[in-house]
């Protein structure tokens, strides 16, 4: 019994810590350190995303960066809009800016949704090293397309100078951002739990173990795949508007590869398949970013020591070695 | 639906599959009618794998015809063939390792009743999947086993596994894939019996090389030999047959290592 209850108990420990980190920030009049965590939030509930397609599905996206950065450009593009009082389209329907955060995240669910709706039908025909290339291929189109639209800031990016509202929260004030980051997080941690469990839970994961399988039970793993993929798209293209509206700028960096790797890192981190891992991941990622970042530039080779150490070592990541070995009953 | 009811379950019409030169599929005509276990033996390499996954939807033939319960599925998937009434066992056991043995025929049984959709309540614990699943497990004797992971069964105990994810899904039609191989004389005797206790509920297409579970269980016997059904009839014509003692029943007497 004590060992099933270690990996909650340590999930729990874990989120607290990211609620208390904050919060303790504030009561020393430490600004800086909410944006971390705010930053911690974010990132890991892009890693939350990509844990659903890489570590339930066994679908290593090297192109999870197109969704981050897809939902950064909808609130850059938003706030623009907003800002300029122009139309994103004009015909043949107007569609101006928009201040509202709702509005932001809805259109980015969307249009993650879309997106990897189109990228999945294609990507999923292969699998193995060629599923890793194309995902790529696709992020990298959509970092140079970024990078060709002068409208938006092509290289340099666009600044968003307003953040958009909620209803009854100043988003403006960092502590409040903060907790709309954690609450989010939060959320997408349920939503996969529940997900993870039920019946299409349970098809995805015969899916990733075993295709052949399931097909010969009745069940076409293309669809499952396809479906938990956009699923996963959309929970990191919304850690993506919220990345954007925490730094006020969004820029084809957050397109990149380099991005994707890292959400990437997160999750390899954390622990793969692990529903919390990738909040232990992102936290990690960014304690060494900051702290050993702060003492050297050459942070990341500290990083590549840690990752090194995890995947030889460690294969659970954090929450493995803090929990033991994943149940499966 | 009763047309197919008193029609073959299974009917392949001039089957043809190459692979290069090598013809693994060479005409084939053949029907397993309802309450009906029909064998098919022939040496390794006779092409009856290759059949298999034709019958199965795993391999598109270069010609012919594919009929399941009356209806054409030649170009039809996998799971599309499997949701029609489709079971099979697989020669080398194919199941989810890290499923407990329970969760797997609880897969199996979801596959039948809802498909991969129910994206909410935890499947864990749902009566009705955990019912039926040991339900299932009962007849194949593996309530005791019920909880464990699949990695900690006996080769034995994997190959009725098998026959329980199959059967979960209340097939009309069963491929059975050399389910005695590694099984050991006890073992084969009781799966043996348990086959022969189906055959009301489902036919069966049963690809063996244990000749007296064969002989025991077979309505009717096709001899495959290089891609080719060279005979085809009742246990004591396939026996007294003299092309087969040749082709193949004879090789096998002289060497029975294999």
């Known amino acids: 019994m004590a060992e099933r209850m270690r990996e909650p108990l340590v999930n729990a420990v874990l989120v607290l810590a990211l609620l208390i980190a904050p919060l303790t920030a504030v009561a020393l009049d430490e600004p800086f350190y909410v944006g971390l965590a705010s930053r911690v939030a974010i990132l890991a509930l892009a890693g939350v995303g990509l844990n659903l397609a890489l570590g339930s599905g066994g679908m290593v996206s090297f192109g999870h960066a197109a969704f981050f950065g897809l939902g950064g450009y909808v609130a850059g593009i938003a706030a623009l809009h907003a800002f300029e009082g122009s139309a994103f389209l004009a015909w043949p329907l107007e569609i101006g800016g928009s201040e509202s955060m709702i509005v932001v995240w809805v259109v980015t669910l969307a249009v993650s949704a879309v997106v990897a709706l189109a990228i999945g039908a294609v990507s999923l025909r292969t699998a193995g090293v060629y599923f890793i290339m194309i995902t790529l291929a696709f992020a990298q189109m959509i970092y140079y397309f970024a990078i060709s639209l002068p409208t938006y800031g092509g290289e340099d990016g666009l600044s968003i100078y307003l953040r958009s509202s909620l209803p009854f929260v100043d988003t403006g004030d960092p502590l409040s951002f903060f907790l709309v980051c954690y609450a989010l997080l939060l959320s997408a941690l349920f939503l996969t739990h529940r997900l993870v469990n039920s019946r299409f839970g349970a098809a995805l994961q015969c899916a990733r173990m075993n295709p052949e399988r399931l097909a010969t039970l009745g069940i076409a793993p293309f669809p499952v795949k396809l479906t938990a993929f956009t699923l996963s798209a959309m929970i990191t293209g919304l850690a993506g508007a919220l990345f954007a509206e925490l730094n006020g700028f969004v820029s084809p960096a957050m397109l990149s590869w380099q991005r994707s790797g890292e959400i990437i890192v997160f999750v390899i981190l954390g622990g793969v398949g692990r529903l919390f891992g990738p909040v232990a991941g992102a936290a990690l990622f960014i304690l060494l970013e900051s702290f050993i970042g702060g003492w050297t530039d050459r942070w990341q080779l500290v990083l590549g020591l840690v990752l090194l150490s995890v995947v030889l070592f460690a294969r659970g990541g954090v929450i493995g070695l803090l929990a033991g070995r994943a149940r499966h009953d | 639906m009763t047309d197919s009811l008193l029609g073959p379950l299974l009917e392949l019409q001039g089957l043809r599959k190459a692979f290069g030169a090598l013809k693994a599929s060479d005409d084939i005509d053949l029907t397993v009618l309802p309450g009906e276990i029909h064998a098919l033996i022939g040496p390794n390499g006779a092409g009856k794998s290759t059949l298999i996954a034709e019958i199965a939807g795993g391999l598109t033939p270069d010609a012919g015809q594919v009929r399941l319960f009356g209806q054409d599925v030649t170009g039809w998937s996998v799971a599309a063939r499997a949701r029609l009434g489709l079971g099979r066992t697989f020669q080398v056991s194919s199941l989810v390792m890290e499923f407990s043995v329970l969760r797997n025929v609880m897969l199996a049984v979801q596959a039948r009743s809802s498909g991969a959709f129910g994206f909410w309540a935890p499947v864990r614990r749902d009566a009705r999947l955990r019912t039926e699943a040991l339900g299932v497990l009962d007849r194949v004797g593996l309530t005791r086993r019920a909880g464990d992971p699949v990695s ?41 019996a348990f086959l022969a206790g189906l055959k009301t509920e489902t036919g069966m297409l049963l690809v063996e090389h244990d000749m007296d579970a064969v002989f025991a269980l077979a309505d009717r016997i096709s001899v495959m030999v290089y891609g080719r059904i060279i005979a085809s009839g009742s246990v004591a014509e396939i026996r007294a047959s003299a092309e087969v003692r040749e082709a193949y029943l004879g090789d096998l007497h002289e060497a029975p290592s294999c």
């Open chain 2, 152 to 192: 900690a069964l006996s080769h034995g105990e994997r190959r009725l596994l098998e026959v329980a994810m199959a059967l979960a899904l209340r097939p009309k039609l069963l491929l059975l894939d050399e389910p005695m191989a590694g099984l050991g004389p006890a073992g084969t005797r009781e799966l043996t």
